[in-house]
């Protein structure tokens, strides 16, 4: 048992896709800028594309940060669990595999945040 | 003839014997195993309960007249404290919202150990714990009441203070100790007294109360000090019930060595990840500095730990694991808590605010290797943007770990550039974690949570708006809706200090009190 318990002792997990309301969670970071203090949790219809996401959903998120506006995303490099990863941007966030609670990164070269501090 | 006869009186020794030990039976029909069912499944192996040394040899009575006296003169320093209106006389306003954290962030905890140390004193066997036990649930249930006693004069007087309780089951922060204390009690009887008894009041307790209790002396709150003096002086009996049982559940069997050191690798980690609030507390939010939280972690915990876990190797104990992680953030540890709140202010019961000048040479001084190059960047940018009007609040919700349940702000061990992260698989889910220990612990009891009530998943399942709120009206503002539920006033307990209404407050009252105005 993984647990230790005096009985049997098993549970539905409380974050399992179906209880957010047909959206799944998707983790976001953005590396070498830590101003944002923590990586974001979004909750995103599987349908939306990567590209509404990049588009979209971050600006208002990262807007604050004068690098933003700076970034080539040609450039950008991205990566999934931490290894590298190469998102269709015209697919959707199903079709990129991007799972319930999968966590993506981006880093963006040569913007390593306020005075090169990655802040 | 009637022989006037000397009642005997008992010696001390008698006395314990009698009021404490003797007061165990054997039972005859019911079977042990019923009346005590929580002692066998953690897997620890007592053969004999009257091995247990009791070194204070104190009992019920003498206990009720030292506390009684303790309780009288703490509530005559506290009543002349309010009507001397002391809350005027702290270094600045900014201190309060120290005071704030604690009775959010602490004195909930000394309510859950009171519950705690209840139901593993039921739960022993053993005669000689068990009164131990009592009597610390006793103390532990004393602390909450005085410091929400002391506390609450600052709630006639200042925002933040109104909903304590229902903040420990909601606010999102507040989930970071209360799912601490939860884990706790939710385990078997020995594991939450090596979790609390000896992880969290011996090991760690210096870490906690000294920087506040200090931290209110240097900064003239007479009423936190005196109810942490009042604390403090049952802390005593708490470390050595602490000790005690470690040495008793080592020397009862060799077995129990590799279960104990676990939970001591596991509850260390998670008390100095509770710490994290302590750490910003210091170094950020006392305007009268007493020392660094660097300083504090070296001095309590790798100096004074160190002999401690020196000592306890003879039982075959080590250091616990996340010691050497521990020595990377130390550095860091203060800057990355307080920069989240800052970040996060629409959503707490607090005020936040940027370090003065003075405040970032003082930080500068004390974290030469760190705060230069990477926090003060991130302070002067954000004062800048503040002075034009455009104060950064943060407003996205962020991941979590899902151990201690923390914002994943946390940097990897030797790369203060790199956010930490760590993930497993369970049952076709994925779990995240701020650290190998958090990962780990995780890994150990996957069951218990993958139940974890994470704040920030429970917003975005729709858990945390009032009843009747529709989340998918028109225009709909999702932290309008939290903050209703939380029961925090926006605009007035959350936001900058600059601009608060505690702030024009204190200034106005300190002026009527100081001048004639
Ligand atoms: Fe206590
Ligand atoms: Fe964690």
Same mark, same amino acid.
């Given at each position: ?119 | ?53 009791? +070194? ?45 954290? !604690? ?25 000689? +714990? ?30 933040? !203070? ?14 970071? +100790? ?11 009887? =020995? ?6 008894? =000896? ?128 020595? !990377? ?20 019961? =607090? ?19 760190? =705060? ?73 009891? +996957? ?71």
């Amino acid at each position: 048992m993984a647990v230790a318990a005096i009985r049997e002792y098993s549970f539905t997990p409380l974050d399992l896709e179906e209880k957010f309301h047909g959206n799944r969670l998707l983790y976001v970071g953005w590396e070498d800028h830590l101003m944002f203090c923590a990586p974001f949790a979004f909750p995103l219809p599987s349908s939306m594309t990567f590209r509404d996401l990049v588009e979209k959903v971050l600006p208002p998120v990262y807007g604050y940060h004068p690098d933003f506006a700076r970034i080539d995303w040609a450039a950008v490099q991205w990566f999934k669990s931490g290894q590298p990863w190469q998102p269709q941007w015209d697919e959707s966030l199903e079709k990129n595999g991007l799972r319930h609670k999968d966590v993506i990164r981006f880093r963006t070269p040569g913007l390593t945040g306020l005075q090169g501090s990655c802040s | 003839m009637d022989m006037q006869v000397a009642k005997k009186k008992l010696g001390l020794k008698e006395k314990y014997q009698v009021m404490t030990r003797d007061l165990n039976w054997t039972p005859t029909y019911q079977k042990m195993e019923d009346i005590y069912p929580y002692v066998h499944y953690e897997g620890i192996k007592i053969h004999d309960w009257d091995r247990w040394e009791d +070194p204070f040899r104190l009992t019920m009575d003498a206990y009720w007249k030292y506390q009684a006296e303790k309780e009288k003169k703490l509530y005559a320093i506290i009543d002349a404290y309010a009507q001397n209106n002391g809350h005027l006389n702290v270094t600045d306003a900014r201190y309060i919202n120290t005071v704030k954290l !604690f009775l959010t962030g602490v004195s909930p905890l000394e309510y859950m150990a009171h519950r705690g140390f209840a139901h593993v004193g039921r739960a022993f066997p053993g005669p000689g +714990p068990r009164v131990a036990c009592l009597m610390q649930s006793l103390d532990e249930m004393r602390h909450f009441q005085t410091q929400v006693h002391a506390i609450s004069n600052y709630n006639k007087y200042y925002n933040g !203070f109104h909903d304590f309780r229902q903040w420990h089951d909601r606010v999102w922060y507040l989930s970071v +100790p209360k799912s601490f204390f939860d884990d706790a009690i939710t385990a078997g009887p =020995f594991e939450f007294m090596v979790a609390i008894g =000896f992880s969290f009041e011996y090991v760690l307790t210096n870490l906690l109360f000294v920087p506040f209790v200090s931290g209110a002396a240097y900064n003239g709150d007479m009423g936190t000090m005196a109810y942490g003096f009042s604390a403090q002086s049952d802390e005593a009996r708490h470390m050595t019930l602490g000790l005690e049982v470690i040495k008793f559940i080592l020397e009862q069997d060799p077995d129990n060595l590799p279960i104990v050191q676990r939970w001591i690798d596991k509850w260390t980690w998670r008390g100095y990840r509770v710490l994290t609030l302590v750490a910003m507390m210091m170094d950020y939010m006392l305007p009268k500095r007493t020392m660094s939280w660097k300083e504090a972690w070296e001095i309590y915990f790798e100096e004074n730990g160190g002999a401690l876990f020196r000592d306890l190797s003879r039982y075959g104990i080590r250091m616990p694991k996340c010691a050497e992680t521990i020595r !990377f953030e130390k550095d860091h540890l203060s800057h990355q808590a307080w920069c989240t709140f800052y970040n996060y202010t629409a959503a707490t019961a =607090f005020h936040t605010w940027i370090p003065t000048e003075d405040e970032m040479q003082w930080l500068s001084a004390k974290y030469p290797d760190s =705060f230069d190059k990477y926090y003060r960047p991130r302070w002067e940018f954000w004062r800048e943007q503040a002075a034009k009007g455009n104060r950064f609040y943060n407003t996205t919700l962020p991941m979590l770990c899902q151990t201690c349940q923390i914002p994943m702000l946390f940097t990897e061990p030797g790369d203060p550039t790199k956010i930490c992260y760590r993930e497993t698989d369970y049952k076709g889910m994925k779990y995240h974690f701020c650290s190998d220990h958090c990962k780990e612990i995780f890994e150990h009891e +996957p069951e218990k949570y993958v139940q974890a009530w994470l704040p920030v998943h429970q917003i975005y399942q729709g858990n945390c708006f009032p009843e009747g709120t529709d989340p998918s009206a028109e225009g709909f503002d999702p932290l309008k809706a939290v903050l209703q539920w939380y029961n925090v006033v926006h605009g007035r307990d959350n936001l900058d200090f600059d601009g608060s209404e505690d702030q024009r407050n204190f200034a106005a009252w300190r002026a009527q009190a100081t001048r004639n105005v």
